[in-house]
Every structure is written in C-alpha cells, then in structure tokens.
C-alpha cells in the first residue's frame, strides 16, 4: 500500500488517536506516513498529543471506595475536591460506596488519633525528613540519629550581635556564604543588648555591611519572618535555621524551619555547617468547614488545646486536610507561628497551588518542593474537626489554657494590641477596618495596631484600611513588634486586662505585674475594642 500524503479531517485525527495512542501507530494504520507527519498534521488541526491520564481509573475507584469522600480522596492524591470529583465523572464513578470502610469511620472523629498501630510504613518520608535529608545530601535518614546539614538560610534578629561575638572568637574573618545570611533588627528584643540597644543594632549594620549581607533589613522593614517571606527568600524544599523560637513560622511555605542558639549560629556563619537531630513527625489533618467569626487564629488555638495532652515536644507538625488547603500563606503563617507553643521543634503546610501563587513574582530563583510520600512514616497522625468550632482565646493563666471567647465576653478590657508578627498582615488588617468602619472604638480602651511589616502598613495606606482604623480611633504604630526592653516603652499598666494577637514570647515580654493578657483572632480584637470588653466577632464579621 502506498503511503497516504492527504491531511485527515480533524475527527478522523482523533477518533485514530482514541484507538491508536501514538503517532507512529496511527501513521501505520494510513498506510506507513511517517510519525513526525502525523505530529505535523495534529499540530496544523490543534490536536494534543495523546497521554496517559495522571490517575488511572483504578486508582480512582479504589480511592473512592476507601474513603466516600471527594476531599479525602483529595487529599490522598494532592488534589483539591472538586480536580477529584472531576475524575470520578471522567470515569463514571458516580455512586456511594456500597460499604462504609475504616478509613471512613475513623475520620468522622475529631480529635481521634489514626492508624495507632501503623507505624511501619514501609519507610517512606515525610516532607520533613525529605528536606533534611536533601539538606544533609543522604538519601536515608532515621528518626533519631544526628546529621550535618548546609542550611539555605540562617536567620538572626536582635541577638544578632551576640552571635558576631561568637563568631569572632571562633577566629573567622568571613562568613561562609552572605547570601544565606539575613538579620532583621525589628526584632529588637535582646536580653544581651540591655540599655545598649543603639550600640548593639550599630555593631550588626556595620558587621552586615562588611561581610556583604545583603538580607539585612533595619527597625523600619518590620518583623524578620515577615520580611523574608515578602522577599522571596525562604522558597519551598528550604531547611531554614534561625536564632528565634519562632523560626519554625517559615514552614508556611512549605520550607523546614526550626530554631538553633546562638553558638550554632555562629559556627554556621563560620563554617556553613551545623548537627541537626532527625526528629520525630506528627501528622496533623484539620477538616471542616469555618463557622462565620472563626479564623486561622481560631484554628491554631484549637489544634493547640487538642495537643496539650499530646508529647509533641521536640518533634516536626505536619499540617494537612481541606482546613489547611483553603488558608493563605498568611493564614498557614499564623498557623504554623502559633502551633509552636506546644513545644515542638518545626510545623510546616504541604506544598500546593496556593503556596506557588504566592511566590509568583516574588522570586526569580528556581526552586523544587518536595511533598511527603503517600505512605510516609509518622509517629502519629491525628484528625481534627473544626465544623462546631466557635471564636477562641487563649487566657493568662496558661498558653494551653483555651476558651470560647463566649464564656469570657463582657469582661472589660484597657487595651487591645492588634498586629505584630503572628497576626498583621494585610489581610488581618482588614478584618479589623471591617468591623471597625463607621464606628468608634469605647472611650475607656486603647487599640493599638502594629503592622507586620513596612510593606504591609503602605498597602493598608493605599487601599484605604489605615483611614478606617484610625477614624475609629485606633493608634498605628511602626511595624514589628512592641516593648522592646531598653527603650523605656511600656504601655501596659499594673492590673489591666489586654487582649492581644500576638503570640506567648511577646506576652512575657510585657513583664507586668498583674496585668491580664489574652491572645485572640483580629476580628475578636476589634470587636472587643468596639464595646470596650470581651466580645464575640460573629455578629461583626459577613
């Protein structure tokens, strides 16, 4: 048979595509027209090419009949609900299991620890392990054992000039490598620095300016976390090592962030080199849907009371479930910032569209996330639900201590802080100007408001918020945090009672006597400073 030179009618492309796959099969079946033809004519007919299906139907089927539930099955796949529903119509999967399995039952619970007796695996990684192992540059770690890793970026604030100390007695002249240094003095807190805080921040500009830091970012930027977030420069995949307990915050965005002291510090500026610990994972699943007034705040106090019982100290929290998949980064920021005061030593979000939206055109650098095997190997696995879950606070007496705002409304309140590193991005801002606008805040408190960062207080300036806040009568202050020792700042008085949105270390910082400090979302914060007492948001919020 002599080859056929005629281009085919863009449905006889495909319907040879559908039965023949390739373009070297279908050019056999016109009579042996080359393969390279056959792509030259579904090019000029805008035919893709043929590929197999991501998921196969299978894999599909068997998912559906473990689970019964498009966002479980979702989340098995590292898809959202609705990509899973899409595939269950490809394939014509369209009615409930017709029995209820394990899997399903045990998901139903709140709270209710998984898979008890589950703990081998069959030695897959979680994301954790995965960046530290890539950081160590091995290809197995054990939970336990100690490796040397390179950090992508170590992270100091205010005790930045105490590690310049240490580094100079380790007789170092240069740092290992600049670009993977950043300081940020908005932090300012420094137990070292005293009433020499000025002196202090002078030694680490003139240090970061000789040794050619370039992530230095002065009092004006704001809070150090925030910054390097806006920068670009913490990227999925990155092992993040920094001198702040709340370093861990970076694991918003996919990266594995944990604190070190100050003598690792140094060493790494000098050596680029530092023994981490493998610890142990907790997987943590949050499911459910948000009631009206609960936010990512709510949330992490939720997760926070639920752990209290749980031995998490020391170990890496795996975010994960629908609750999680629908935050922003600055919602996952709050997250991941507050859940470290249980006590463990990192808390990171798996990597998915919302976390590469973000980072578009923040950064130019490439960058590979990694995501935790289907079957990774974690100590425990919990599951929490959040359908019943009303606003939360956090009382003085314990960081453990959580409450519905409901059982402390009409307490009066002095002072209300709104902002900092936990909770002043933008879109925590405009929570608070929605509750706020067109009213005023009672004679008898003071809202203060302090914006993450400088970037966050100019796109309040120029979408409006900050006109609205401070036409209710709120104070804006500089970006970063308050009552850095040394300064003679205090704003709160013996016996107040504040609501904050800050988290425990700035509580400490306050250091006053008798003073009631709670910790609350910024709507319950704004709320509150509208009545001049505890009060619930629900009725404030859309």
């Known amino acids: 048979m002599s080859p056929r030179r005629k281009m085919p009618t863009k449905a006889e492309l495909i319907r040879l595509q559908k039965l023949y796959k390739t373009d070297e ?32 139907e299978k894999e599909i089927r068997d998912l559906w009949e473990r689970f019964g539930d498009d966002d479980k099955c979702g989340l098995e796949l590292g898809i959202s609900k609705a990509a899973f529903y899409n595939w269950r119509r490809r394939y014509g999967i369209r009615e409930k299991p017709a029995f209820l399995k394990l899997e399903q039952l045990e998901l139903n619970f709140p709270g209710i620890k998984l898979h008890p007796a589950t703990n081998s695996l069959y030695g897959k990684k979680t994301l954790s392990g995965k960046i530290i192992a890539r950081a160590a540059q091995l290809e197995k770690i054990e939970v336990g054992e100690t490796v040397e890793v390179e950090p992508d970026l170590v992270v100091s604030h205010g005790n930045a000039g105490r590690v310049i100390e240490v580094f100079r007695k380790h007789g170092a002249e240069l740092v290992w490598n600049p670009n993977k240094i950043a300081i940020a003095l908005a932090n300012c807190f420094s137990e070292e620095a005293g009433d020499n805080l000025p002196e202090t921040h002078q030694k680490i500009r003139d240090f970061a300016k000789r040794q050619g830091i370039r992530a230095f970012y002065d009092v004006a930027e704001g809070a150090c976390h925030q910054v390097a977030l806006e920068k670009g420069q913490v990227l999925p995949g990155q092992l993040i090592l920094g001198t702040d307990r709340y370093t861990a915050t970076f694991g918003c965005i996919s990266a594995a962030a944990a604190r070190i002291d100050v003598e690792q ?76 005061d249980t006590g463990a030593s990192s808390a990171i979000c798996g990597f998915d569209s919302t976390t590469r939206r973000y980072l578009t055109g923040r950064t ?179």
Not at 26 to 54: C, D, F, M, Q, T
Not at 277 to 294: E, H, L, S, Y
């Open 364 to 542: 130019g650098v490439q960058y590979t996330p990694l995501v935790a095997d289907k079957n990774a190997e974690y100590e425990q696995i919990y599951q929490i639900n959040i359908d019943h879950l009303t606003p939360q606070l956090a009382r003085p007496s314990s960081s453990i201590d959580i409450k519905p705002v409901a059982e402390s409304e009409g307490l009066p309140v002095g002072l209300v802080i709104l902002g900092t590193g936990s909770n002043g991005r933008f879109d925590d801002l405009r929570i608070a100007a929605e509750v706020l606008k067109g009213r005023q805040i009672n004679r008898e408190c003071r809202l203060l408001i302090y914006p993450a960062s400088r970037s966050v207080y100019l796109e309040a300036l120029k979408k409006g918020l900050v006109r609205v806040l401070v036409e209710a009568g709120a104070v804006i202050m500089y970006p970063g945090f308050w009552d850095c020792p040394g300064t003679g700042e205090r704003i709160v008085a013996r016996g107040e009672r504040v609501l904050a949105t800050s988290n425990n270390r700035l509580v400490n910082r306050l250091n006053v006597e008798d003073a009631d400090v709670y910790l609350c979302s910024p709507a319950t914060a704004a709320a509150s400073a509208l009545n001049g007492s505890i009060t619930d948001p629900a009725r404030y919020v859309k």
């Open 25 to 56: 099969k279908i050019g056999e079946r016109l009579g042996g027209v080359p393969g390279y033809l056959v792509a030259y004519w579904r090019r000029k007919k805008n035919v893709p090419k043929h590929s197999l299906p991501k998921f196969s």
């Open 265 to 340: 510090a140094a060493s790494i500026w000098a050596t680029g080199k530092v023994n981490v610990p493998v610890q142990p994972t907790i997987r943590i699943d949050i499911n459910g849907r948000r009631a009206r007034g609960v936010y990512s705040r709510d949330v992490a106090h939720s997760v926070i009371r639920q752990l209290a019982a749980v031995d998490v100290n020391d170990k890496a929290l795996e975010f994960y479930g629908s609750v999680v998949s629908r935050m922003t980064i600055s919602e996952r920021f709050t997250l991941t910032n507050l859940t470290i």
